[in-house]
């Protein structure tokens, strides 16, 4: 419980600082900006963070503390697999990424039923591509699923 807070003091002290120094960032004008000001998308996730972390805190508050095993194996491949996956990301576009992450990270933690996975991986990234891209209108950038469909249906 004692390592937890102080982790997660560490996390909100410099997310903390993270969210201040957005403030030394340029205004954009109206007129160029893509739905939303260069500081909004930060500060709505330091906030997320802050918000997670004083979560994580109450949730543990009444949590024994007990002996934690040794990194698990699938802890290092899961590491490598976020390594590969942002080495390919631009190759594969936002979308692509984003349903192989969701379907094979769970995967790598032995997750048995695979379809409910597969539901997972498409429902949460269907979510993430319609609100970043409808509801605060970021563009993300397209890769070789946008560029076939691209190519041959339009």
Do not use: C, H
Not at 7 to 23: E, G, H, K, M, Q
Not at 101 to 123: A, C, E, H, M, N
């Amino acid at each position: 419980m004692i390592k937890d807070i102080k982790i997660l003091s560490v996390i909100i002290t410099i997310t903390i600082l993270l969210y201040i120094y957005t403030f030394s960032f340029d205004e954009v004008p109206e007129i160029l900006a893509q739905g939303m000001q260069p500081t909004m998308m930060p500060r709505l996730i330091f906030t997320l963070i802050v918000f997670l972390s004083l979560f994580q805190i109450y949730q543990n508050k009444n949590l024994v503390e007990e002996k934690k095993e040794i990194i698990k194996t699938n802890a290092f491949i899961t590491f490598g697999f976020i390594l590969f996956i942002i080495l390919i990301a631009d190759k594969l576009g936002f979308f692509l990424t984003i349903l192989i992450f969701t379907f094979v990270t769970p995967l790598l933690w032995q997750r048995k039923d695979k379809f409910f996975v597969l539901l997972y991986s498409i429902g949460m990234t269907v979510f993430v591509f319609v609100f970043f891209t409808l509801v605060l209108q970021l563009k993300f950038p397209q890769g070789i699923l946008e560029d076939f469909i691209v190519r041959n249906f339009y």
